[in-house]
């Protein structure tokens, strides 16, 4: 199973900018697809964008336009740009097998991004 590390999370001001990155390791995940998935406290943990092994990307209403996910697969890497961030975006960050069955996710330790007003 592929296991994930999460960084580039912080603190950020609102309208600030963070990078985050993940690296699997014990796999290779290029080709399936793979997001970002987070979960802010109380709520559920969501889906906020993906990308394919053909790099088709998708996001959640909410982050189009401020977000971006790439993946490097020779690296085993995957990446979020968040700009323009929003106090609504303060939550911990993971990345995971969107098309995995929930049972079947290993989550790696995240990463926490705070957006202050």
């Known amino acids: 199973h592929v296991q994930f590390v999460e960084s580039g999370g912080g603190l950020v001001q609102a309208g600030g900018s963070l990078r985050l990155s993940c690296v699997g390791s014990g796999g290779t995940f290029s080709s399936a697809t793979i997001g970002w998935f987070r979960q802010a406290p109380g709520s559920e943990r969501e889906l906020v964008a993906s990308?394919?092994?053909?790099?088709?990307?998708a996001y959640i209403d909410s982050v189009k336009g401020r977000f971006t996910i790439s993946r490097d697969n020779a690296k085993n890497m995957l990446y979020l740009q968040m700009n323009s961030l929003k106090p609504e975006d303060t939550a911990d960050y993971y990345c995971?097998?969107?098309?995995?069955?929930?049972?079947?996710?290993?989550w790696g330790p995240g990463t926490q991004v705070t957006v202050s007003l």
């Open positions: 995971n097998f969107p098309l995995a069955a929930p049972r079947n996710r290993i």
């Open positions: 990308v394919s092994s053909g790099r088709d990307t």
